[in-house]
């Protein structure tokens, strides 16, 4: 198929003309057309190490030839059969995904086509559980400030960010949500210090749940790691205090792994990290690391909640999507990436903290595995967010061929979350174009 476009600005001009205006603000003007491994290449010829995977999507690698091989394979016998059919790719992944689960047990899987759909899903699933289990609506799902869970009207209302709701009044007044403040000690909410502080704000949730709530608990959905408000790793101990409160009042644990999971954080799970088993699991990005599909996993005794016809979607198991995943899951097991990953997070992190000797605009380091998050502040005390920075950060990586994410809930994180196959060579390569930008915005 030819395409009309012969340049960068031929592709941005018709987007910018035909497209609805709520793509983000600082869209950066890379047309891409090709990639392999951590590398892309836009349309005019030029190469970048991606940095972000495509919001941390990418993990196994851009167009990785046994994934493209699967793609070939269901693209050419059959795309779409619905759930009124079965297909040979989605019986496959189901039985994959149940295996890798972080769940002792017997568990079972749904598939729908993104994040924000696995994680509606995943409330539906938990109030007709405790419906039909526990005689309770399960009401209230309990949430953390500065979280992100999709852009539908319900998972707005679960996100913890106020700029993703204003003009949404819908989203915010959806029944049952409370947001609750975050782990994050570089901010500490609570202005205390780790470990001094006992991990507070973990034990701050049964304060909500006492004096804040209804009193019928549905769950607390988490992000293992939060990573759209600013890659926020909470201390090790907190989930463990959180899951014994939230159970002793009968409610969930729902892990929201659509950006931590798939090996990204050194594990094939987020929540595997500390040590904590979830009730329920949403999935999504790296599950296919390039097409759009989603998923739920849950205990069967809480899947079972489901009847017939409670819940669907029409894309779900489609045939090319889940023969993507199929593969991606071998990949990750067989080039044991989620292993890789963790190698090469440390290594990234101590470049990171080395270049933070030096400059003094970086205000904290952050991160596990693959999911990094570099913290620019105007000045160390205050912990001024340097948002302009971040943006000029991310514009001058780009110049010199590196995409990189910035963002976070004070807009000022440089988010590195590359494909797990990046090479140490690329690590090196970065490290020292961050120092040259960094000196640029001290
Ligand atoms: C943790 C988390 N949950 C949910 C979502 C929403 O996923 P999707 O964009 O596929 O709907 C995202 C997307 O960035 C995410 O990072």
């Excluded at 909640?305 to 045939?319: I, V, Y």
Aim: charged letters at 25%; one cysteine or more; a neutral charge.
């Amino acid at each position: 198929m030819s395409y009309p476009y012969k340049s960068t600005d031929d592709v941005v001009n018709s987007q910018k003309k035909h497209m609805f205006p709520c793509t983000p603000k600082y869209r950066q003007p890379v047309v891409i057309v090709e990639g392999k491994g951590a590398v892309v290449k836009d349309i005019e010829g030029r190469e970048y190490i991606d940095l972000f995977a495509g919001y941390a999507a990418v993990n196994v690698g851009h167009c990785h030839p046994k994934v493209v091989n699967a793609i070939l394979e269901w693209a050419q016998k059959i795309h779409h059969t619905s759930y009124d059919y079965y297909n040979v790719p989605s019986a496959l992944l189901a039985e994959k995904l149940v295996q890798i689960l972080p769940m002792k047990g017997s568990k079972r899987v749904f598939f729908c086509v993104s994040g924000a759909e696995a994680n509606e899903g995943a409330i539906k699933l938990t109030r007709k559980y405790m419906l039909k289990f526990k005689h309770k609506a399960g009401l209230d799902i309990i949430t953390l400030r500065y979280s992100f869970h999709g852009r539908t009207h319900l998972t707005t209302a679960l996100t913890g960010q106020t700029k993703y709701k204003r003009g949404m009044a819908v989203s915010i007044s959806i029944p049952g949500v409370k947001v609750i403040p975050t782990p994050y000690c570089f901010r500490c909410p609570f202005k205390m210090k780790y470990p001094e502080c006992g991990v507070f704000c973990a034990y701050y949730l049964e304060d909500v749940i006492k004096y804040e709530s209804s009193g019928d608990i549905g769950a607390f959905l988490v992000e293992p790691v939060l990573g759209e408000g600013g890659i926020i790793v909470p201390p090790k101990e907190y989930f463990k205090i959180c899951l014994d409160i939230i159970k002793s009042y009968d409610g969930l644990f729902i892990a929201d792994e659509v950006q931590s999971g798939f090996g990204r954080t050194g594990k094939l799970f987020g929540i595997e990290n500390f040590e904590v088993e979830p009730d329920i699991v949403t999935m999504a990005k790296g599950i296919t690391s390039g097409l759009p599909l989603g998923a739920i996993g849950a205990k069967s005794e809480i899947a079972e909640a489901f009847e017939p016809g409670d819940h669907s979607s029409t894309w779900g198991p489609n045939a090319v999507t889940c023969a993507a995943a199929v593969a991606v899951i071998d990949v990750l097991l067989e080039e044991k990436l989620h292993e890789k990953a963790k190698e090469l997070g440390d290594y990234f992190i101590k470049g990171l903290n080395d270049l933070a000797k030096r400059h003094k605009v970086i205000g904290d380091v952050r991160g596990i595995g693959l999911m990094i998050g570099v913290e620019l502040v105007k000045d160390q005390e205050k912990k001024t967010p340097a948002t302009e920075e971040a943006l000029k950060v991310r514009e001058e990586m780009r110049k010199r061929g590196f995409l990189i994410g910035a963002g976070g809930a004070y807009g000022c994180t440089l988010r590195i979350e590359p494909p797990l196959m990046i090479t140490k060579e690329q690590i090196d390569r970065a490290l020292e174009a961050l120092d040259e930008v960094l000196k640029l915005v001290k």
